[in-house]
């Protein structure tokens, strides 16, 4: 799904614009990132829990020549499903 087909079904299933869905949405994200750059974690009860972690630093392989290369520490984005949202894939 694209972020335009996201915004369409938010629309329809809230049957707002999809002007007003695309803003709700951004605002979503903006306050996501907002919280995990504050906080580092964000809960949704039934539907996952956003957080940060640390990767350390490593070394890898350039695919093309072989060649090792280092790779630097960073943070990264983590999410894990929460038991409502699995049990609704499965």
């Known amino acids: 799904m694209t972020k335009a087909e996201l915004i369409g079904a938010m629309a329809k299933g809230a049957a707002v614009s999809k002007a007003a869905a695309a803003k709700?949405?951004?605002?979503?994200?903006?306050?996501?990132?907002k919280e995990l750059k504050?906080?580092?974690?964000?809960g949704l009860v039934g539907f996952g829990t956003f957080s940060v972690v640390k990767r350390k630093a490593r070394t890898g392989r350039n695919p093309q020549t072989g060649k090792?290369?280092?790779i630097a520490a960073k943070k990264v984005v983590k999410f894990k499903a929460g038991k409502a949202l699995t049990d609704k894939v499965k």
């Not at 504050?38 to 964000?42: T, V």
Request: hydrophobic share 50%; glycine share 12%; proline share 0%.
């Open 24 to 33: 709700a949405l951004e605002a979503f994200t903006g306050a996501v990132e």
């Open 68 to 70: 090792a290369i280092k």
């Open 38 to 42: 504050k906080s580092g974690k964000l």
